[in-house]
């Protein structure tokens, strides 16, 4: 009796596992473009966010 549960539930993992590689197949979105890193234009150093650089001329 145990080794006929184990034997379905083989079963069920394997039939799962051909029915999810076919799902992933399809077709996916476009990815979005990523954006470039923004940089002061005085000091060179990454800025992050909408507020002034560091060093305050930027």
């Known amino acids: 009796m145990l080794l006929k549960a184990v034997?379905?539930?083989?079963?069920?993992m394997g039939l799962l596992a051909i029915f999810g590689k076919r799902k992933v197949s399809?077709?996916?979105p476009p990815a979005k473009p990523v954006e470039k890193a923004r940089k002061c234009p005085e000091c060179?150093?990454?800025?992050?966010?909408?507020?002034?650089?560091?060093?305050?001329?930027?």
């Open 7 to 12: 034997i379905l539930f083989l079963a069920a």
């Open 26 to 28: 399809k077709k996916k």
């Open 44 to 58: 060179g150093s990454y800025r992050i966010g909408a507020g002034k650089c560091a060093c305050g001329k930027g």
